[in-house]
Structure formats: C-alpha cells, structure tokens
C-alpha cells in the first residue's frame, strides 16, 4: 500500500472538532478515509489512586502513550488494521467498544498534541486547526461534562484553569500559524461546519488525484 495522505486535525476543547470530523468523514466513502484519535491513547486512569485522578492532568503530552499512538499510525501506513478499545471517559459503567481501524488512501490523525508530537507532525501533509473563543469553548464544555458526563462543576473549572487553558497556550496554540487552514468556530452553526467540510473535502479530493 502507498503511503496513505495524512491531515491532521486538532482543536481546542470547545471547538466543536467532533461535529467538524463527523461533517468531513461523511464525504468519503468508508473505504476512502480512516481515523484515529489521540484520545483512545490515553495512559489507564485506573494506574492512579483515587485522589490522583481527581485532578490528574489529562491535558499533558505525557498523558498519551505516545509511543503506541505512533506505531499505530505507522502500521497503517504499512497497510495493517489495528485493533484499539475506545477511551470512555474513565467510565467504568461504560464496556470500551472495540475499534477497527483499516489503512485507507486518506488517513485523519486528530488530537491535541499531534503538532507538539514532532515525530507524528513530520507525517502530515495538510494541518487543520479548528477553534473558538474562550468564553464559547468553555460553554460548550460546561455543557458536555455537566450534562452528558456528570461531572462536578467546579471540578469542571479546575480542570478548565489549571489543565485546559495552560495546556492549549502551550502545546497547541503556537502551532496555528503552521497549519493550512484555520477554521474560527464560534457559532453552533452546523451550516458553517458543513460548508467549510466541503471546500475542504473538494480541495483535498483535488490533491490526491
């Protein structure tokens, strides 16, 4: 298999990067594009105690198995299928889902350290960096840990002051300027999602021609 052409999409949280690759994988038929996210590497919660994992730092390069991220992705580039469970949230009401995830002429890695990674960003080809205003991402946050995860309030704005925020300014943000196409997302427009997923989409159909 010819190596695959990799587009590397992060996001700050809140920026709506979810419904963005929902939007950009609905161009492509299944066997044209394949995923995998930087989330489902995240090193097991359950390695520290309890208190450790109230204010654990998930938003740290070294809360990633890098290591494994990277051969992963580099197996796919030697046309392997890999075989991952899914990362529930350290849920453990959830049974992880098995993903299978086969090489493809298009592969999307995504997540928050994959410019900061430098091994992983010498393997893209196109760089999409998707975000939003604080006050709109931290909303949409809210939104997300208090109503679909649980999660205490203020345990939620800890984590978004001394873990999120740091994180983004430091391992994300300087990276902006590199990327190909920055997308602003401060609505919840899904119009605008769609829109600018189909210039993209078109563009990059352009590309590997």
């Known amino acids: 298999m010819n190596k695959p052409y990799v587009i590397g999409i992060a996001g700050s949280s809140g920026s709506g990067k979810t419904f963005f690759l929902k939007s950009f994988l609905n161009h492509f038929e299944a066997n044209e594009i394949t995923l995998i996210s930087q989330d489902d590497y995240y090193i097991p919660a359950n390695t520290k105690t309890r208190e450790e994992n109230r204010l654990y730092n998930f938003d740290l390069p070294t809360s990633i198995d890098r290591e494994a991220f990277f051969c992963d992705i580099k ?45 992983i960003n010498a393997l893209l080809d196109y760089r999409i960096f998707i975000d ?56 919840d427009d899904p119009i605008l999602i769609h829109q600018a997923t189909n210039i993209i989409s078109d563009d990059l159909r352009k590309k590997i021609q």
């Open 75 to 119: 197996d796919l580039f030697d046309g392997k299928t890999i075989l991952k469970e899914e990362y529930t949230f350290n849920n453990p009401n959830i049974k992880p889902k098995v993903l299978e995830i086969k090489p493809a002429p298009i592969l999307i890695v995504e997540g928050l350290f994959i410019f900061h990674y430098t091994e």
């Open 132 to 187: 939003a205003e604080e006050s709109v991402a931290l909303k949409r946050r809210l939104n997300r840990d208090l109503l679909e995860r649980g999660y205490d309030h203020d345990d939620v704005m800890y984590k978004w002051t001394n873990h999120v925020v740091p994180s983004y300014d430091q391992y994300l943000l300087p990276y902006k300027d590199i990327c190909d196409n920055v997308l602003i997302n401060n609505t």
